[in-house]
C-alpha cells in the first residue's frame, strides 16, 4: 500500500502542470455549458464542477511552478 502510494505521489509531482492545464480546460467548458443549460439542478450541478475544477487546475499549476523555482 504503501509503495502505491509513492507511486501515485510521484506521478503527481511529475505531471501536475499537465493535470493542472487538463482541469483547468474542463473547468472551462463545465462553466461556460453551464450557462447554456436551463434545467436549474443540472446548471448549478455544472456550474459547481467547473469553478472546482478550475480551482482544481489552478493549484496543480502553482505547485507545479513552485517546484520548479517559479513563484
Not at 502542470?17 to 483547468?24: E, N, R, S, T, Y
Not at 434545467?39 to 513552485?66: C, E, H, Q, R
Amino acid at each position: 500500500m504503501k509503495a502505491l502510494l509513492q507511486k501515485t505521489g510521484a506521478f503527481l509531482t511529475r505531471n501536475s502542470k499537465i493535470i493542472g492545464q487538463a482541469a483547468l480546460v474542463l473547468g472551462v467548458i463545465s462553466f461556460i455549458g453551464s450557462l447554456f443549460i436551463s434545467t436549474p439542478n443540472a446548471k448549478d450541478n455544472l456550474l459547481l464542477i467547473g469553478l472546482a475544477s478550475i480551482l482544481a487546475g489552478v493549484i496543480f499549476i502553482y505547485k507545479a511552478m513552485k517546484g520548479q523555482g517559479g513563484y
